[in-house]
């Protein structure tokens, strides 16, 4: 399988600002791909340049082979776009939304209202044909973006949190319907704060910090490398810190939280017993992504 999106040395500034610095990922054929990061850290402007919305400052970045700079509106033509903000037509029914958008890419009639009704009852919004927007849930909404991004039959779908806002059982019908996606060789690009929706959708992933990509790789190597196989919890006390220090065990605070990542839980959550006289209860619990994230991001708030 070959690349669809392939950026190098790719930088971007506003001003004296540097919001991408030169960084380099490749994103292949059929595959889901994420890109995490804090508030800032320059995921949104790199799908912004992938988008041909929002021109590089320097370096390559490449579309289906072609150059951002000199091919947008080709590349445009075979994109899908889920927006983070629901900007859909409020005049319009949830059908009539999918007719209007088709015409922007001139498909004819027929051809546009077969997609319409195809896409309305892949999303599972049959019902809601006729119903205006604003009669709709947030859910119903986010539902419809994405059947109206998939009107120009797109390669390549790129989605900006994509769940933003949802109950859990919205969430999942979505990520049933992206990994449905996935298995007909569909390529998506997403972008989330959701570290189990990553965890769960993404084949690879980069996480970036400051304009700058920090970790590259599958969720299950990440996690395996960065935080190890387990998380050992256990209150901070004087007791837990003295005996991890004897033992020369590194550990991660989290407000009166103290964090061991290792690959040998039992053994350490046994000494932690033992050193606090069961005062402080000890938990044990799998790595995830989110520890992945905090560990290398920080646990500062982002504005």
């Known amino acids: 399988m070959g690349d669809v999106i392939a950026a190098h040395d790719l930088l971007k500034r506003f001003g004296d600002l540097i919001a991408v610095d030169r960084i380099a990922f490749r994103v292949r054929e059929g595959e889901v791909f994420g890109f995490l990061g804090p508030n800032g850290a320059g995921k949104t402007t790199t799908m912004k340049m992938i988008q041909c919305i929002s021109p590089k400052s320097g370096g390559t970045l490449e579309v289906f082979g072609m150059d951002v700079d000199t091919r947008q509106r080709e590349i445009k033509s075979r994109l899908g776009v889920v927006p983070q903000e629901n900007n859909l037509d409020p005049d319009f029914s949830a059908y009539r939304n999918l007719l209007v958008y088709a015409r922007y890419f001139g498909i004819p009639r027929r051809e546009a209202e077969r997609r319409a009704d195809e896409l309305l009852a892949f999303m599972q919004l049959d019902e809601k044909r006729d119903v205006l927007i604003d009669k709709l849930s947030g859910g119903m909404k986010r539902r419809l973006i994405i059947a109206r991004a998939l009107v120009n039959e797109p390669e390549l779908l790129i989605l900006d949190e994509p769940t933003i806002g949802l109950d859990p059982q919205a969430r999942h019908l979505i990520w049933e319907k992206l990994r449905s996606l ?122």
């Open 182 to 303: 996935r298995a007909e060789g569909n390529t998506l690009v997403l972008t989330t704060h959701y570290l189990d929706e990553a965890e769960r959708l993404c084949d690879r992933l980069v996480i970036m910090d400051h304009g700058k990509i920090l970790v590259e790789g599958t969720p299950a190597d990440l996690i395996r490398e960065h935080a190890g196989s387990d998380v050992v919890e256990v209150e901070r006390t004087q007791k837990a810190v003295s005996r991890l220090e004897e033992l020369g065990v590194n550990y991660d605070l989290a407000g009166d939280v103290i964090q061991v990542f290792t690959d040998r839980p039992n053994d350490v959550a046994r000494d932690l017993l033992e050193a606090c006289r069961h005062e402080a209860a000890v938990t044990v619990r799998p790595a995830t992504l989110e520890d992945v994230f905090l560990r290398l991001t920080g646990r500062s708030l982002r504005e």
